[in-house]
């Protein structure tokens, strides 16, 4: 009998990192599990992260990329010039609150071990769409699991209704569930075993009831922005523009349709018939699924806030001294309070250029369906819920357009280079 030698690449060391780090709470939860100790269990959490990616740099003599770097200094230098004009932020960043909502903002969210614009160096070292799909899938798996091990325990944190009484949600839930819904599903269209097809399959419908059950209108317009992004930019890129003018043509019918009050009320007296209750669900009865549950406020102040901020804004995270509902829900007006009219307009149009040079340069399958994901999970979350300084999902969506651009112009010079001469 042969023996079975498994081959110890340093790719295997970066796949670990990016799957202890974007599976970290499910890591920790085994780590507690044998150690019952809470505050070990983050150590040794962060310590496999960078302990595989060190690991991983030191044997492929590799190192962070330049585009890394560069964003990483800038926003240091962001938050270094937002403390000495701003001196009165420093406890707000740094020192511990007994609010939630303030507590090390800085140092536990944005600048965050296993959370953040991290996930940025890390994505960015990976240079092959498959291996990058490959540790995605084993991620959703993993998490796949973990959400629905809290689910069947009720272990996701909830809140408490502003718009139906004496109900409450869970948004974790809601939004965690998209990011293996999607991913899986990727499996089901792509994977060439039936009985894996089949298992994605499975696990990607409990990923939806859980989206469903979640009572947040967010994790719906991330899925909503998914299914418009895969149909003009997953699929073939060179389906017809006149089929692809059709999709864009129907899916903007049909949107106008479901946002009728009396298909939306229909929907949910359906759902609600299935035994599928959930704060979106009574929402969508009562005819109040489009009501701002309290944002009109968060952004009346905003608007305050960017008036008085002028060209260049109040500074990094300022939203968070200012008290706008710990931050303004969403990512346009937080970038104008931060950054300015200026700093903002200049931020929000390299962003809408990325975004443009990504579908034009980068045809490669697997990189735009990862781009697809990321984006739709950051979106739908940035424009009515998260903040952009601590969204794992933005952060990773502008990895990947870096190193997907990256890579396709790699490839295209390559294969020029490959050409016979005339």
């Given amino acids: 009998m042969q023996n079975v030698k498994i081959k110890i690449t340093p790719q295997m060391f970066l796949d670990l990192s990016i799957i202890c780090y974007m599976c970290c709470n499910a890591v920790r939860l085994a780590i507690y599990r044998f150690t019952l100790f809470v505050d070990f269990s983050y150590t040794i959490t962060y310590f496999l992260i960078y302990g595989f990616l060190l690991i991983y740099l030191y044997r492929s003599k590799r190192w962070f990329t330049k585009a890394t770097m560069f964003i990483i200094v800038l926003l240091l230098v962001f938050l270094g010039i937002t403390c000495l004009n701003h001196q009165e932020y420093i406890p707000i960043f740094f020192e511990k609150s007994s609010d939630w909502k303030t507590n090390q903002i800085i140092t536990q969210q944005v600048f965050a071990f296993a959370s953040g614009f991290t996930i940025l160096p890390i994505i960015c070292l990976y240079s092959e769409p498959e291996k990058f ?6 991620v959703a798996t993993i998490n796949s699991i973990y959400y629905i091990f809290l689910y069947l325990t009720n272990n996701f ?4 209704s502003t718009i139906t009484s004496n109900d409450t949600y869970s948004g974790t839930m809601g939004y965690n569930s998209l990011f293996p819904l999607f991913i899986l599903f990727y499996n089901v269209i792509n994977s060439t075993k039936l009985l894996y097809r089949i298992i994605s399959g499975f696990i990607s ?3 939806f009831w859980m989206v469903l059950t979640s009572g947040v209108r967010g994790p719906l317009i991330c899925i909503v922005i998914f299914c418009f992004m ?3 930019f997953g699929i073939d890129y060179k389906f017809k523009k006149t089929a692809k003018f059709g999709i864009t043509l129907l899916s903007v019918v049909l949107g106008y ?3 009728s009050s009396d298909f939306l009320i229909k929907i949910g007296l359906f759902l609600s018939k299935l035994g599928i209750k959930s704060r979106s669900i009574n929402a969508l009865i009562n005819g109040i699924i489009a009501d701002d549950n309290g944002r009109a406020l968060i952004k009346y102040k905003a608007y305050s806030l960017i008036s008085e901020g002028g060209a260049f804004g109040s500074g990094f995270c300022s939203s968070r001294y200012y008290y706008v509902g710990s931050y ?6 937080e970038v104008l ?7 903002g307009s200049i931020f929000i149009i390299l962003l809408f250029i990325g975004f443009i040079m990504f579908f034009i340069y980068v045809k490669n399958f697997k990189w735009r369906y990862a781009f697809i994901t990321l984006f739709s999970c950051a979106l739908g979350k940035l424009l009515v819920s998260a903040s952009l300084w601590s969204d794992t999902n933005f952060w990773g969506t502008i990895a990947i357009g870096i190193t997907a651009v990256k890579y396709s112009l790699k490839e295209r010079v390559n294969s020029v280079s490959d050409l016979p001469p005339k």
């Fill in 133 to 138: 799909m490959k540790s995605m899938t084993i």
């Fill in 157 to 160: 944190s909830t809140t408490q």
């Fill in 328 to 333: 303004p829900h969403n990512i346009f007006l």
């Fill in 205 to 207: 419908i409990i990923m």
């Fill in 257 to 259: 349709f479901c946002m």
């Fill in 230 to 232: 895969y149909l003009m």
């Fill in 337 to 343: 309070i931060d950054m300015g009219y200026i700093g």
